[in-house]
């Protein structure tokens, strides 16, 4: 079952723009991450962020958490081409017995047009 | 570091037949996942093990599914008798510790049953 849904489903802008994506959620969560997937590739780690804390940074990339709307964005300022990919959200979860895993929203297609 | 490999990059098979997907993960990780991913679906986790056990199958859809991690260098994911929604392609991920942490995914092999 998906857990984070990301919006827009697609976002188009122009190089130098920034770019918002947003990740909603049900259930109460430990951390909240986020990937990147380049065409054909497979999902790279950008950045994670814990329910105690509700801002981080890393390089061109700015997400915040709010646990009580339940939600989170990714920035990603001054855009690039290269920046051109799918962008999901997962979070922790509970599997059988307890274990942990994660769950991926279906992701935010965005493309960068120079 | 060599990141998770995942052989073959692509199969193309009749309908009927045994697909067999492998998987490599990073040295050291304690934790593997076989996830799916479809337009239509998304990104599924099917089964994650732990130091080579299975914890989590609930995923898989089917007895036709299984999979097997012999030591903590390798895995495997079988499709037996493949089936042509069976197409789609599947990831192999592997993360350190916890299986809420950071995953490392290989590029995925693209699997077309026709």
């Known amino acids: 079952s998906q857990q984070g849904e990301e919006d827009p489903q697609a976002l188009s802008i122009q190089e130098g723009e920034n770019a918002t994506m947003n990740c909603s959620y049900k259930?109460?969560?430990?951390?909240l991450q986020w990937y990147r997937q380049n065409s054909g590739r497979g999902l790279v780690h950008l950045i994670l962020?814990?329910?105690?804390?509700r801002e981080k940074h890393s390089g061109r990339l700015r997400v915040t958490l709010d646990t009580s709307k339940k939600s989170s964005s990714l920035l990603i300022t001054a855009s690039r081409a290269a920046d051109t990919a799918s962008y999901f959200c997962a979070t922790d979860a509970r599997g059988r017995g307890g274990s942990e895993k994660l769950v991926f929203g279906k992701g935010t297609k965005l493309t960068v047009n120079p | 570091d060599a990141g998770v490999i995942q052989s073959p990059r692509h199969e193309v098979t009749e309908m009927g037949q045994e697909v067999t997907l492998r998987c490599k993960p990073i040295?050291?990780?304690?934790?593997l996942f076989w996830y799916r991913q479809t337009m239509m679906r998304g990104l599924e986790l099917l089964i994650y093990f732990n130091n080579n056990v299975p914890i989590d199958d609930s995923g898989m859809p089917e007895d036709r599914f299984s999979a097997k991690m012999p030591n903590a260098s390798f895995s495997t994911l079988k499709i037996q008798p493949s089936e042509p929604r069976d197409s789609a392609v599947y990831f192999c991920?592997?993360?350190?510790?916890?299986?809420?942490?950071?995953?490392?995914f290989g590029d995925g092999t693209r699997l077309s049953i026709l």
């Open positions: 991920a592997s993360s350190q510790h916890r299986g809420n942490q950071p995953q490392h």
């Open positions: 040295s050291g990780h304690d934790y």
């Open positions: 962020i814990r329910s105690n804390e």
């Open positions: 259930t109460s969560i430990n951390n």
